[in-house]
């Protein structure tokens, strides 16, 4: 298997700018979650998903951000409009049914918001 | 609030020697405890999970769970250069979900 896969590696952009962020999960695997990684506040889950469908978006810092899974081989986490605080390092990561403790991390994204 | 509390380090040892990792939590009730390796610049990558308390070894890895205290700790015996990276704990949520909340990381150097 290929593992997760994310897109893009790195995203640089403007403030006020939309920023889409996409994830390809592990095939098979039931759960997907998004991360964001700072120097200042470590790695905070931003919301996951079971079966597609949002479980816990309570990390999800303000309305800015938005997440949604289509289907069981895509998710997508949007912010709109970015801002300079917003850059980090995004994570996704994937884990079945009875493991969700396991987590399987994508590479990650590199946002920097100029 | 879960809280997952570790060493920011950087915790500098000598090839060879015997690194400690550690980490306490707030949730008495976890269940499930593991540790992840982040090399700059790289993902994390689970590296050891324990779920019992006592020791689990794996080659030069060895985890330690001490649930009444609310620890876990990981020692790397024989420290290499290539173990040189950032250590997450992570501790397993009770309630069922089981969605693991992470520590901040200790940087660990292993000096030649």
């Known amino acids: 298997d290929a593992g997760v896969i994310q897109s893009p590696r790195h995203e640089v952009t403007e403030m006020g700018q939309e920023v889409t962020l996409r994830c390809k999960p592990i095939?098979?695997?039931?759960?997907l979650f998004w991360y964001r990684q700072t120097m200042m506040r470590g790695l905070e889950l931003l919301i996951y998903?079971?079966?597609?469908?949002?479980?816990?978006d309570s990390g999800m810092p303000e309305d800015r951000f938005s997440a949604k899974m289509p289907n069981a081989s895509f998710s997508t986490l949007k912010i709109q409009p970015s801002e300079p605080r917003d850059s980090a390092v995004y994570f996704c990561?994937?884990?079945?049914?009875?493991?969700?403790?396991?987590?399987?991390f994508g590479p990650g994204t590199r946002l920097t918001v100029l | 609030q879960k809280e997952v509390e570790q060493n920011s380090g950087p915790l500098s040892v000598p090839e060879g020697a015997i690194a400690s990792l550690n980490c306490t939590y707030s949730?008495?009730?976890?269940?499930?405890f593991f540790w992840y390796r982040q090399y700059s610049g790289k993902s994390p990558e689970l590296i050891m999970s324990i779920y019992s308390n006592g020791d689990k070894e794996d080659g030069r890895f060895t985890a330690q769970l001490n649930k009444a205290s609310q620890y876990v700790s990981l020692l790397i015996r024989d420290s290499q250069p290539s173990d040189s990276a950032t250590y997450l704990c992570?501790?397993?949520?009770?309630?069922?979900?089981?969605?693991?909340?992470f520590g901040r990381g200790t940087s660990l150097i292993v000096h030649p």
């Open positions: 949730d008495r009730g976890s269940q499930s």
């Open positions: 998903f079971n079966n597609n469908v949002p479980i816990d």
């Open positions: 990561a994937s884990s079945t049914q009875g493991r969700t403790d396991t987590q399987y």
């Open positions: 095939s098979g695997h039931d759960y």
């Open positions: 992570a501790v397993g949520s009770s309630g069922g979900s089981y969605i693991p909340t």
